[in-house]
């Protein structure tokens, strides 16, 4: 999540410097399959970033990380909350050197209530947050997409929190902490499912569906299809030479496709 923040505002043309780990460097750069030695996983979360490795838990490490902090705008680090306090690189060091600094912090749950102290890895936000029992057959074995939905909801709404923060600090010239959590951002992306269990009265947690908008089968393949808006569904209706189906009451609506 970190990384991938941290690539899309170099990506916007923001100057990133990362730092990896002493000895062994940041951890997927050991990660198959590679290309001339070079991981394709470390790659695909950070281009257009510099990289230096220190030993934060030693006093000269630290001491070259406040000094980047200095002339730095931002600070964002993936750590458990917790871990940066006890490496003498909390909110209040980091101000220490530099008032201005923004430090925004991406975990697993955030650094309060029950859950602050677990571990957690996209799977992990995929599974508590509800997402991926929605993409799941029912009944059936609940799928993890392949796509790290979890990481790259809290990646981009980390890069989200950061631009407001150097927005607000042209206004109040002051820095500010904050906080984005793998779980709140994929809770955030499902709100319409939400809503609709809500608001749906029904005792399973199904999401309503808006017809036809999916993969179908057919003779040579699958296609993909949306033409769920009734305007759509008329044009479909058209292209298929069925034009009966558009003034059909039990399809001519959104709410007559939903049910029937």
Sequence with gaps: AGPFATQALGDLGHRIIKVEEARVG?????????HKNISAYFFS????????????????GRKVFLDLVRKADAVIENFRPGVMDSIGLSFADLQAVNPAIILVSISGFGSYGPLRDNVSFDV????????????????????????PLGDLSGGLYGAQALLQALLERKVTGQGCHKEVSLFD???????????????????????ALLFPNGVFGTA?????LAAYTDQAFAAL?????????????????IEGRSKN
């Design 26 to 34: 940041d951890a997927t750069r050991r990660h198959p399959p590679f």
């Design 45 to 60: 979360a950070n281009r257009n970033k510099e990289s230096v490795i220190l030993d934060l838990k030693h006093p000269d």
């Design 124 to 147: 992990v936000a995929q599974a508590m947050s509800g997402s991926m029992a929605v993409t799941t057959p029912d009944p059936g074995e609940p799928i993890k997409p392949a796509i």
């Design 185 to 207: 951002g994929l809770v955030a992306m499902s709100g319409r499912l939400g809503e609709q269990y809500l608001l749906a009265d029904r005792a399973d947690e199904t999401p």
């Design 220 to 224: 040579d393949g699958h296609i993909a």
């Design 237 to 253: 209706a058209g292209v298929l030479r069925r034009p009966s189906w558009a003034a059909d009451p039990r399809f001519a609506t």
